[in-house]
T-cell receptor
Framework: DSGVTQTPKHLITATGQRVTLRCSPRSGDLSVYWYQQSLDQGLQFLIQYYNGEERAKGNILERFSAQQFPDLHSELNLSSLELGDSALYFC??????????????FGPGTRLTVL | DAKTTQPTSMDCAEGRAANLPCNHSTISGNEYVYWYRQIHSQGPQYIIHGLKNNETNEMASLIITEDRKSSTLILPHATLRDTAVYYCIVRVGSYSGGSNYKLTFGKGTLLTVNP
């Protein structure tokens, strides 16, 4: 157990819909990272927040957005969903603003299925 | 980030050492070798990383060749719970945030530990 929690564990929805994924970082961690993992793309970095502010952006679509709240939990919003958005979505957390690979702890993920 | 090549799958008997190879012939001088693993549909778990010297921790050992073009992750006494996909990643050790920050896991090696 990494200490990072994600809800829901599974999500099934239809094309065109909007969903929200939630992540609570480990106690004391200020950074939250979002990743998408699909079968043919491996694990892709989407976006990072540190203490409520966006710090880095990766391959995140404009239909996706995220935010980090004052209590440090984060939400990833996915809208106008397409079949290709079906994937595992992971969040990770780290203490510092510049969390190296060995400093990021991953949550259990949310499996999104778009029908 | 340097490209890595790993075998698609490997088998290992329980209690024996598992040796997972990774080729990274285009590695740069400031790039580290990281190993992660992912047990079926769970979040990635950091295992170990190194730059030039061999490294050992409570989970595994990392052997990096002198020319740094390849490395081997060693699980000294594999258990059934070590069955997972193992990812070898090569990138700079420091966080390189901003719009250029990308982290991509490849396909990895599926290690199956057999009783």
């Amino acid at each position: 157990d990494s200490g990072v929690t994600q809800t829901p564990k599974h999500l099934i929805t239809a094309t065109g819909q909007r969903v929200t994924l939630r992540c609570s970082p480990r106690s004391g961690d200020l950074s939250v990272y979002w990743y998408q993992q699909s079968l043919d793309q491996g694990l892709q970095f989407l976006i990072q927040y540190y203490n409520g502010e966006e710090r880095a952006k990766g391959n995140i679509l404009e239909r996706f957005s995220a935010q980090q709240f004052p209590d440090l939990h984060s939400e990833l919003n996915l809208s106008s969903l397409e079949l290709g958005d079906s994937a595992l979505y992971f969040c990770a957390s780290s203490v510092g603003e510049r969390g190296g690979l060995n400093e990021q702890f991953f949550g259990p993920g949310t499996r999104l299925t778009v029908l | 980030d340097a490209k890595t090549t790993q075998p698609t799958s490997m088998d290992c008997a329980e209690g024996r050492a598992a040796n997972l190879p990774c080729n990274h012939s285009t590695i740069s001088g400031n790039e580290y070798v990281y190993w992660y693993r992912q047990i079926h549909s769970q979040g990635p778990q950091y295992i170990i990383h190194g730059l030039k010297n061999n490294e050992t921790n409570e989970m595994a050992s990392l052997i990096i060749t002198e020319d740094r073009k390849s490395s081997t992750l060693i699980l000294p006494h594999a258990t059934l719970r070590d069955t997972a996909v193992y990812y070898c990643i090569v990138r700079v050790g420091s966080y390189s945030g901003g719009s250029n920050y990308k982290l991509t896991f490849g396909k990895g090696t599926l290690l199956t530990v057999n009783p």
